[in-house]
């Protein structure tokens, strides 16, 4: 009985091992994301996906703490909130160091201020 309780330490294993490294199903529909050097970037699941597999576990423990099963206490304390705060902190620097400006070689870039402004006026 002990190995189906919830625990912190659990929770933590069970996202590391199957929730924040799992690869997100292939559309068919949607092309894969690719590096510029057309390399396949893996996509993994986003922050409220996984929240919504933490907030899942939690409320089994609450279940079994309702039957006093469970006498830990709470899962989501501080190493889960770390995880996810980290995982949070990893993807906001990954996509400021994957930065690229889409508004380079558009249509704006081939003309100056001046004939901007005529073109809105003549509108």
């Known amino acids: 009985m002990n190995d189906q309780i919830v625990t912190k330490d659990k929770l933590v ?23 510029a050097t057309r390399k396949k970037v893996q996509q993994t699941l986003k922050f ?3 929240d919504s597999y933490v907030s899942a576990i939690i409320s089994l423990y609450n279940y079994q703490q309702s039957f006093d099963h469970a006498t830990s206490s709470h899962s989501r304390e501080a190493k889960v909130k770390a995880l996810l705060k980290d995982r949070t ?14 508004d380079v070689n558009t249509l704006l870039n081939e003309y100056k ?3 901007i402004i005529d073109v809105v006026r003549s509108c």
Request: charged share 40%.
């Open 13 to 35: 294993m069970f996202l590391n091992k199957k929730v924040l490294s799992r690869e997100l199903r292939t559309s068919r529909y949607k092309q894969s994301r690719t590096t």
């Open 113 to 115: 201020q001046r004939q």
């Open 48 to 50: 409220d996906s996984v």
């Open 89 to 102: 902190k990893k993807k906001h620097a990954r996509r400021k160091a994957q930065y690229l400006d889409r």
